[in-house]
T-cell receptor, first 114, second 117 residues
Framework: NAGVTQTPKFQVLKTGQSMTLQCAQDMNHNSMYWYRQDPGMGLRLIYYSASEGTTDKGEVPNGYNVSRLNKREFSLRLESAAPSQTSVYFC?????????????FGPGTRLTVL | AQTVTQSQPEMSVQEAETVTLSCTYDTSESDYYLFWYKQPPSRQMILVIRQEAYKQQNATENRFSVNFQKAAKSFSLKISDSQLGDAAMYFCAYRSAFNNAGNMLTFGGGTRLMVKP
């Protein structure tokens, strides 16, 4: 029972490079989320997908794009990485976007932009 | 916008003793959910306990319980019989009961809990 998986676990980029973070869930959840966690802080929402085929901006969407590839997969893309995007990125999923629906998190991806 | 504040950056507790982590929040909404998440060194975010604002009874999960004071907008976590495995960062989080912005979780800054053997 994998839950929410993320790849890669670690990544180092140079400024201006691009990359895609992958996320998959096997819980048949409708909603998926991308958060970032900066040192000493809580998580902040970047983008979310309420259901397959829809995506919306969260609190800090600038510099990112997302794709909800199918019900299981939700990817986050950095087109031109900047040092300010150095962070730990978490993917999460939930049954729906109701406040009652618990979000389950993946193990995170630590990204460093030089 | 809602805000969540954890005023204790670090706490320590002796193994087998009890510790309370504080959390306050600000909201104009009447219906919402509050959560405590644990983040061990592995970075995995693990749900510890959840409280629904319209329920007056405080939530309990084994050694973990909350003291929810809605009027005071306070939501503290009590860990009883602390164990070495409880050492982690603990995050308090808020989520609206209304469907806005995907019902994102709003997190506090975290409290690092150390458990002394």
């Amino acid at each position: 029972n994998a839950g929410v998986t993320q790849t890669p676990k670690f990544q180092v980029l140079k400024t201006g490079q691009s990359m895609t973070l992958q996320c998959a869930q096997d819980m048949n959840h409708n909603s998926m989320y991308w958060y970032r966690q900066d040192p000493g802080m809580g998580l902040r929402l970047i983008y979310y997908s309420a259901s397959e085929g829809t995506t919306d901006k969260g609190e800090v969407p600038n510099g990112y794009n997302v794709s909800r590839l199918n019900k299981r997969e939700f990817s986050l893309r950095l087109e031109s990485a900047a040092p300010s995007q150095t962070s730990v990125y978490f993917c999460a999923s939930s049954v729906g976007t109701s406040g009652a629906d618990t979000q389950y998190f993946g193990p995170g991806t630590r990204l460093t932009v030089l | 916008a809602q805000t969540v504040t954890q005023s204790q950056p670090e706490m320590s507790v002796q193994e087998a003793e009890t510790v309370t982590l504080s959390c306050t929040y600000d909201t104009s909404e009447s219906d919402y959910y509050l959560f405590w998440y644990k983040q061990p060194p592995s970075r995995q975010m693990i749900l510890v306990i959840r409280q629904e604002a319209y329920k007056q009874q405080n939530a309990t999960e084994n050694r973990f319980s909350v003291n929810f004071q809605k009027a005071a907008k306070s939501f503290s976590l009590k860990i009883s019989d602390s164990q070495l495995g409880d050492a982690a960062m603990y995050f308090c989080a808020y989520r609206s009961a209304f469907n806005n912005a995907g019902n994102m979780l709003t997190f506090g800054g975290g409290t690092r809990l150390m458990v002394k053997p």
